[in-house]
């Protein structure tokens, strides 16, 4: 070697650095919190397969347009300074905190709320809508009943367990009937089953007929038309 092609070898420039796993999955990370913040802190990003690429700069993904939040297993192309080096394959890992049950419940039994506990989980498979804080919130403090049989220590999902329903069929109502000033009460039975809010068909023996109403109150209703 000629003593200038050594010194233009010692002088050159260093090679740029491998994009690394770790930019990758910092990047995906990035990109779904960009797209929904509030998921950002329940999401773990792992590369299952990427063939790293020399390039120095600011590494980024592109997410599919569906689903909104990557969940499982994803393909997203990989580009440093907005020009694409290759695709990496990530695994979208979510968690969220899901109630938990100490007892055996059949369907139809009371739950105690004050006994659910919540545990911190990967629900990225999970079957079914799981029972997180923000879905029990919704119930407002109603009391609870089993919907379906519940096993002690499972997770629960969302429809394991609900409202108690305000009527059920076959179940006493009592209708208010308003028209103006005429205000009449009648004895009737509920044709479906309801919470508190819902509409539902009652139905009267005393005049034999059908009528649409809403639930205000465990077996209490409001007329809304004749059927």
Not at 121 to 142: H, K, N
Not at 200 to 216: E, F, G, P, Q
Request: glycine share 6%.
């Amino acid at each position: 070697m000629s003593r200038l092609a050594l010194i233009l070898l010692l002088t050159a420039a260093p090679a740029a650095a491998q994009v690394s796993s770790d930019q990758v999955e910092t990047a995906m990370l990035y990109a779904i919190a960009a797209r929904i913040p509030d998921v950002s802190s329940r999401i773990q990003v792992a590369v299952v397969r990427f063939a790293g690429s020399d390039a120095t700069g600011t590494v980024s993904v592109s997410l599919p347009e569906r689903p909104l939040v990557p969940r499982g297993r994803v393909q997203v192309p990989v580009s440093v300074d907005g020009s694409r080096v290759g695709s990496a394959l990530l695994h979208v890992a979510h968690f969220d905190s899901v109630a938990i049950y100490p007892e055996s419940a059949f369907s139809g039994d009371m739950v105690q709320a004050e006994l659910l506990r919540f545990v911190w989980m990967d629900v990225t498979r999970f079957s079914g809508e799981p029972l997180t804080r923000t879905a029990l919130a919704a119930y407002d403090g109603q009391e609870l009943i089993a919907r379906t049989a519940i096993r002690p220590d499972r997770a629960l999902r969302r429809n394991d367990i609900g409202p108690r329903p305000a009527a059920d069929t076959g179940d006493p109502v009592r209708m208010t009937y308003r028209r103006g000033a005429f205000v009449l009460e009648l004895a009737c039975r509920a044709r479906d089953r309801g919470r508190v809010g819902d509409t539902i068909r009652v139905y009267a023996d005393d005049s034999d007929t059908v009528y649409r109403a809403r639930l205000t109150a465990p077996g209490r209703a409001e007329w809304i038309e004749t059927l």
